[in-house]
């Protein structure tokens, strides 16, 4: 992959460049040494039973291309702050080194391929962690049983569940975590799926000492054995914690206040993050605390703006099983979805300022006895970040944030079949979360020189010159057209500065670095990318137009908003009202990320709450699980689809809906309209929005809107094949084009397998031809409703 960025020449003097504010030291390397090939690479070495020398020697030169990179970055970080000495000191009071990691789901190692798992891209690759604890080792000389792992992935646990019931052993949460499991109590056979921390173990065992409290192997052990030890039990071992896991013996956890609290005026976090009770000795040996590396990867984000050093451990240190009580079986949990054996949402933590009550055995909203929702306001995501943020640094606890750059995950953060890497090449390690997070928010969204982006600011009086383009719709010849105007994302979000009066970080840095692709320093103007090279001062710019399809409108605002205009002018629609009535609390015609609906924010997530218990315990449970997470967002937006009269999702869907039509405009073919065949759309035209919701629409139920592209992984596809498995011996699904093959037996006359989809009226027909078992109906009891030998 070819680095995705661009430079233009300033005239601009070198004594000018910032100099004040924290510090961010950087590093831009060539993407296809770095980590790219790793998968690869791992597979082949696996699939020869680990002994293909000749793989492992590549995936060890990667891994030293990195750390050659990383050693540069982290030793000017060390230049300016001095902040070795820091973390010498702490270790020589018994505190670990922990590395936080962001993993949304473990699946980079794929159990049955070995190769590139789905979540590859979406978590912190192994890879960069262990070309970190490398520097860590050499360049301050701590040992590695002073190093460990801590991390609360949302959905460690679903997985531990399912591969040990595929492998018919028990699969640890740790073992997860390591991506290869031994069985040390039997027939020594290792099952490989997992993020993959065994492989940098491996790595560092190349590069240590002979000391025995140096064996980077020590711990792995206890990770595939489920054997706990706290930091102070740990002897010479590198453990991994999953900081999830309090309610097993709350004793691991300690609540922390926070006088300032916006959200929570105390927080439980697990010891081996904030330590153990000052005023009991023993705790204290147990649970000495730690140095916090902080390692992300840069994403833009569905509830936020970006995902990066202030949500990895903003969001990321809330421990998802930790319960009201101490009772090992209260499933009352504080942060996460209540009464679910497995919480793999943090829905209970405010993810917008207002939230809806829930019923923590429906798991949707609350009504009042008027039959209004019951909505409480909160601080919102930015109060939930800095609650928990405060509480760690007022531990005294030394952060340094470390965030991979080198693939910036755009459209989409969670769902690897939309999530788009961008090779931009850079890794950034600073101090300060709130700096690191402003530099790495204005890189994403300025794509115009800073020359002409102050030109802009002044005329148009933007809050800030870090803008980039964006399309925009108009009515041209009865068509909507996509044109260029500026935007950016940052003239509407506050959490920043929010964190800044909280005294987190500041908004002020000066970057130094390295571009390793050409032998030049980095440096920053006006909080702007510089690459120096003698004479010559270059603005680095991103070529790519970032945003989140789930936050669009607020991501590419103006896009989505002339869209509806144009809808509305030519279709007499009322999309850009109902926008601005469903947002824009203060009626100031700009919908910012504190607006963000009434509420829905926590309830889409918990409405798909239980999905995961389903997935883990019920036989099939994963087609079940896809069935309901596919159909309930879609279920609850409209009062007639329902039982209940639910439409909370009803502003969310629209805004899915409004990307869709987005989605089409860029493709890259022309078709027709399905609806005004004078319109076209594809190519920067855009459809009109009854094409765009119904293309939304059936796309969410059958994967396409053809019976030749509807999807076996769809919610039509999952109850096909749960009934071809369970009813009909597996006949279709145990050979590839399954439901083609099953449309084209139906067509010879076979008897339809014995299940009844219910749809709303006008989903029932691709190409005007009925859908196999399909029944459209205006019963809100039986909508999205399937009868075969159970109801789903």
């Known amino acids: 992959m070819n680095i995705i960025n661009k430079e233009i020449l300033v005239n601009i003097n070198i004594a000018d460049m910032d100099k004040y504010g924290s510090s961010i030291t950087g590093i831009r390397l060539n993407v296809n040494n770095a980590y790219t090939d790793i998968p690869d690479l791992l597979k082949e070495y696996i699939d020869s039973n680990e002994e293909d ?182 002897i010479n071992k590198m453990m991994i914690y999953d900081i999830n896991q309090l309610q097993i013996d709350r004793s691991r956890g300690r609540t922390i206040d926070i006088p300032d609290g916006q959200n929570y005026s105390e927080i439980v976090l697990h010891k081996v993050i904030v330590g153990g009770n000052s005023s009991d000795l023993e705790d204290i040996k147990l649970y000495p605390g730690c140095v916090l590396i902080n390692v992300p990867t840069m994403k833009l984000h569905a509830q936020d703006l970006i995902t990066n050093a202030l949500k990895n451990l903003g969001l990321g240190l809330y421990p998802l099983q930790c319960a009201v009580t101490e009772n090992p079986s209260d499933t009352n949990w504080l942060y996460g979805s209540q009464n679910t054996k497995i919480p793999s949402y943090r829905s209970l933590v405010p993810h917008s300022p207002l939230i809806m009550k829930i019923d923590g055995n429906t798991h949707l909203p609350m009504r009042d006895k008027y039959g209004r929702y019951i909505i409480k306001r909160t601080a919102g995501f930015s109060g939930t970040q800095c609650d928990i943020i405060k509480a760690v640094q007022s531990q005294g606890i030394l952060i340094v944030n470390i965030s991979d750059n080198i693939n910036i995950v755009n459209v989409v953060h969670a769902v690897p079949t939309e999530a788009q890497p961008i090779p931009e090449g850079f890794i950034w390690a600073s101090l300060d979360c709130v700096a690191l997070d402003t530099f790495c928010a204005r890189y994403c969204f300025n794509t115009l020189p800073m020359l002409e982006s102050k030109k802009l600011k002044k005329e148009y009086h933007f809050p800030t010159e870090f803008i980039h383009d964006v399309p925009i719709a108009k009515i041209k010849k009865q068509q909507i057209v996509s044109t260029l105007w500026v935007d950016s994302p940052l003239f509407r979000y506050y959490l920043y500065n929010d964190a800044e009066k909280r005294g987190i970080g500041s908004c002020s840095y000066y970057i130094k670095g390295v571009d390793l692709t050409n032998n030049t320093k980095l440096a920053s103007y006006h909080g702007h990318l510089i690459s120096l090279s003698n004479n010559n001062m270059n603005e680095v710019l991103t070529k790519t137009l970032y945003y989140n399809s789930n936050s669009i409108l607020h991501s590419l605002q103006p896009t989505i908003l002339s869209y509806a205009k144009s809808n509305d002018t030519l279709f007499h629609s009322n999309l850009y009202k109902e926008l601005l009535a469903g947002f824009d609390e203060n009626h100031d015609g700009i919908i910012d990320y504190n607006e963000r609906g009434t509420g829905f924010e926590n309830s889409l997530i918990e409405v798909i709450s239980n999905t995961s218990d389903i997935s883990a315990f019920e036989k099939y449970g994963d087609l079940k699980a896809t069935y309901l997470r596919s159909l309930l967002w879609l279920k609850y937006s409209n009062s007639k689809w329902n039982a209940d009269g639910h439409d909370f999702l009803k502003m969310k869907i629209l805004t899915m809906q409004l990307y869709e039509a987005f989605k089409l405009s860029n493709n890259k073919e022309l078709n027709h309209d399905l609806f005004f065949h004078n319109m076209v759309y594809g190519k920067g035209y855009w459809p009109s929005f009854k094409t765009a919701e119904y293309i939304y629409n059936m796309s969410t139920i059958y994967g396409g809107t053809t019976t030749e592209t509807i999807s076996e992984y769809s919610a039509y596809g999952s109850i096909f094949k749960y009934c071809d498995i369970v009813l009909n011996n597996s006949h279709y699904t145990s050979s590839t084009n399954a439901l083609l093959n099953y449309f084209n037996d139906l067509k010879s006359g076979i008897k339809p397998l014995p299940f009844t989809f219910y749809i709303p009226i006008g989903f029932g027909k691709m190409n005007r031809k009925p859908i196999p078992n399909t029944v459209e109906t205006n019963d809100p009891k039986l909508i999205f409703t399937t009868e075969f030998n159970e109801i789903w």
């Open 53 to 234: 020398n000749e793989s492992w020697q590549q995936i060890q030169n990667r891994i030293n291309y990195i750390y050659s990179a990383v050693s540069i970055m982290l030793a000017k970080l060390d230049e300016e702050t001095n902040f070795i000495l820091k973390v010498k000191e702490d270790i020589s009071n018994n505190k670990l080194l922990i590395f936080k990691p962001n993993l949304i789901s473990p699946i980079c190692i794929d159990p049955t391929t070995h190769g590139a798992g789905l979540m590859i891209y979406l978590n912190t690759n192994w890879s960069i962690i262990a070309a970190i604890m490398r520097w860590f080792h050499d360049y301050a000389n701590i040992h590695y049983s002073h190093m460990a792992i801590a991390e609360g992935g949302c959905s460690i646990e679903l997985y531990g569940v399912q591969y040990s019931k595929y492998t018919k052993h028990t699969i640890t949460n740790e073992a997860i975590f390591e991506g290869r499991s031994h069985d040390f109590y039997g027939d020594d056979d290792n099952f490989y799926g997992g993020w993959g921390f065994y492989f940098a173990r491996k790595y560092l065992s190349y590069h240590c000492t002979s000391d025995e409290d140096d064996n980077p192997m020590n711990g792995y052990e206890e990770s595939c054995k489920g054997i706990y030890l706290s930091p102070g039990e740990a």
